[in-house]
DNA sequence: CCACTTATCGGTCGACTGTACGATTAATGA
DNA sequence: TCATTAATCGTACAGTCGACCGATAAGTGG
């Protein structure tokens, strides 16, 4: 029992490499691999043996760093929005001009790569979970109000530098958050309508349009 | 064990009231009944035995009248757009003009009763069922191929009649659909930041804006 | 080298789920 | 009136889920 090696019996099952991880790199280890699998499979159908199985680590390691199923989505989204929209938020806020925070925005939020796709697909299972549960429903819409508090802050931008001309930011956001959420749709679920490139384009084209640049 | 009541035994166990009905009418008794279930726990988290409580049938009357869970989804969806869209997209293309018939899918669409909210929470679930399944996400391009197809051909009569200019009523379609989709997301979904009557009165405003009436 | 802490494992349990099926009995027509 | 059909019922079963917990052992400080 005191040989050097790890494996010495050889009916011993596969004994699995077991490296320990501090609390917060396993939570933040096995929340990337919620995100994935939520991604692929949706919310609604990850089960903890599927978080687990694709964080290689067995299914008691989950419920340890988590109290439950409902604590790791939680932690997906939370980490999600961190992760990928603040990043663009926050480059857009430090945009030289309004107009330049929208195109910083529009660029981001609407990327060609797969990884736009799975944070569209995740904040669309998302919206449903809101849909009927209250808690969630609370935090999408502070989301949505700072949202709206960012790009109606960037069009006052455009409009005191020239780049942009808007009357009233509040309804001018509102209207292009909800004009961005429906290309959203029409883009990134399967069998879409129509290309992210193309819905970079019309939303760009609606902008200035809409709030065209001072003479 | 011949009497003529239907009711002797004191310790019977509450005989439950059993009117038969032909299968064509309670299928869609059935179908109305989870459709109310849906639209308030959300189609994922709804059961056979959910929707046989809802319909007050036992649980066999369910699984003898449809195959299984999946036939009673697809079901209420198939149902619900037969029963919601379409009145108001044939009427649409009956109205007068191009932009009478605008008024109306506006009108119908975003309305403030509760059938609507009921209307597009389904519609709802029914993006993330399509965003991970071949099956739903096929029929779901189908139906927005279709109501793409409906607005711009309103948009044509429109520019015809002169109660619209419409360039590109392909483009100007897919547009005005996502800002419908994108103010129903803050409309209807709990918590919402506007209300249906902002929510018409901004699409209205859109559309007259961008596609005014002939001088 | 050795206790001690604690991250990890994997089996188990109760609570559901969807589905199948035989027993009832309302409804129908001869 | 009575035999036949079939709509309805309730139970049973196999499977999967989240949660729990004792056993194991990797890492740490002395």
Do not use: C
């Not at 929340?31 to 939520?38: H, K, L, N």
């Not at 609370?138 to 455009?158: F, K, N, P, T």
Request: aromatic share 6%.
């Amino acid at each position: 029992m005191q040989e050097t090696g790890t494996q010495e019996t050889g009916k011993a099952p596969a004994r699995p490499p077991r490296t320990r991880q501090p609390p917060h790199i396993r939570r933040q280890m096995i929340t990337e691999a919620a995100r994935t699998v939520i991604a692929g499979h949706g919310l609604h159908a990850t089960t903890l043996r599927d978080v687990a199985a694709a964080a290689d680590v067995a299914l008691g390691t989950v419920t340890y760093h988590f109290t439950g199923i409902d604590e790791v989505l939680a932690e997906v989204l939370k980490s999600e929005m961190l992760i990928y929209s603040a990043p663009i938020t926050d480059a857009a806020q430090e945009a030289a001009t309004g107009r330049a925070g929208l195109d910083v925005v529009i660029d981001g939020l609407l990327a060609s790569d797969e990884r736009a796709g799975e944070h569209w697909r995740l904040w669309l299972d998302f919206w449903t979970l809101a849909a009927h549960n209250a808690e969630y429903s609370a935090w999408q819409s502070q989301i949505y109000r700072d949202l709206h508090a960012v790009v109606a802050g960037l069009l006052r931008r455009g409009h005191a530098d020239g780049s942009l001309t808007v009357t009233d930011p509040v309804r001018e956001a509102v209207e292009f958050v909800a004009m961005l959420d429906g290309l959203v749709v029409q883009s990134y679920l399967r069998q879409s309508q129509i290309t992210p490139d193309q819905a970079r384009a019309m939303l760009k084209s609606y902008a200035w349009q809409t709030m065209p640049a001072r003479d």
